[in-house]
Nanobody, 127 residues
């Protein structure tokens, strides 16, 4: 069973919005730091946003002020609200998680900091 399942991707026009969801099935996200990444074929995975168990968050420069991460612990789901989308946002988007061992307000946008991954959802932004 896949521990994290992303949904909400699709085709959107330039300037449009999408909300991605990441639902957990075999773990309780409340106890995990979570993050969103994206990857374009031939390029390294890019960290977009992360959130700690206490709600501390961070954003990559390319999405700051356009994307917002949030979590709904009651529904065991993490979201990425994306707005003002551009063609260069086209990628496969992944959510990731790492079990929190200490309480902290800062998170990392490095893919090797996370050990639980979803299978990804495609986002395509047309010009």
């Amino acid at each position: 069973q896949v521990p994290l399942v992303e949904s909400g991707g699709g085709l959107v026009q330039y300037g449009g919005s999408l909300r991605l969801s990441c639902a957990a099935s075999t773990l309780t996200l409340e106890y995990y730091h979570v993050a969103w990444f994206r990857q374009v074929p031939g390029k390294d995975r890019e960290g977009l946003s992360c959130m700690t168990t206490t709600g501390g968050s961070d954003y990559g420069d390319s999405v700051k002020n356009r994307f917002t991460i949030s979590r709904d612990n009651a529904n065991n789901t993490v979201y990425l609200q994306m707005s003002s989308l551009k063609p260069e946002d086209t990628a496969v988007y992944y959510c990731a998680a790492h079990g929190a061992r200490v309480v902290q307000d800062t998170c990392l946008l490095l893919d090797n900091a996370y050990d639980v991954w979803g299978q990804g959802t495609q986002v395509t932004v047309s010009a």
